[in-house]
């Protein structure tokens, strides 16, 4: 089945300083990329839509100059966060998807950030 | 709006059978999806059904009702592993997943 990796898996920051987090389609071209965030106890919550070459659409509350996504290739995309503070402490994870398989995405591990 | 309902908790005993509903009211419908997540893992996928009917995969079912906005997932010879939380999904009519609260599901010996 196809593979999506995240890096790191876990990253503990300053607050104030910015992460840069990772999502590779390993064996697909991922046309779509999805960045969800997960606090404690609650589901996943959709951050944005990644589309290869184009801006990424951000859901409603999520500040687009604070979570900062690239999606250069259609094999990576990247999720920055800018000047962290402990309240983005949470897990991020993203997900990937072909064409041809609009119905289907693929999840990475996660990368979990602590900010102090 | 878009909502998804599934219990909050489910508590079993291992060796046994158990069944977590899921209801959904979307814009549109292009499948529901049933995925697995250990404590500090990403989700994992266990199922997709877009048509009505039963979906049977080893230990795992799914079944969906498309006129009721209603599905479960039934988990059979339960197993300690099965503990997990188990999030439901509808992907609606732009492709996007939309996520329930998840069902914390306790196995006990």
């Known amino acids: 089945g196809a593979v999506v990796s995240q890096h790191p898996s876990w990253v503990i920051c300053k607050s104030g300083t910015s992460v840069k987090i990772e999502c590779r389609s390993l064996d697909f071209q991922a046309t779509t990329m999805f960045w969800y965030r997960q606090f404690p106890k609650q589901s996943l919550m959709l951050m944005a839509t990644?589309?290869?070459?184009?801006?990424?659409?951000?859901e409603q509350g999520v500040e687009k100059d604070k979570f900062l996504i690239n999606h250069a290739s259609l094999t990576l995309s990247t999720l920055t966060v800018t000047s962290a503070h402990p309240e983005d402490s949470s897990f991020y994870i993203c997900s990937a998807r072909f064409a041809a398989a609009q119905e289907t995405q693929y999840f990475g591990p996660g990368t979990r950030l602590l900010v102090l | 709006g878009q909502n998804i309902d599934q219990p909050t908790e489910m508590t079993a005993t291992e060796g046994a059978i158990v069944q977590i509903n899921c209801t959904y009211q979307t814009s549109g419908f292009n499948g529901l999806f049933w995925y697995q997540q250990h404590a500090g893992e990403a989700p994992t996928f266990l199922s997709y059904n877009v048509l009505d009917g039963l979906e049977e995969k080893g230990r795992f079912s799914s079944f969906l009702s498309r006129s009721k906005g209603y599905s479960y997932l039934l988990l059979k010879e339960l197993q300690m592993k099965d503990s997990a939380s188990y999030l439901c999904a509808v992907m609606d009519s732009n492709y996007q997943l939309i996520w329930g609260a998840g069902t914390k599901l306790i196995i006990k010996p």
């Open positions: 990644s589309n290869e070459g184009s801006k990424a659409t951000y």
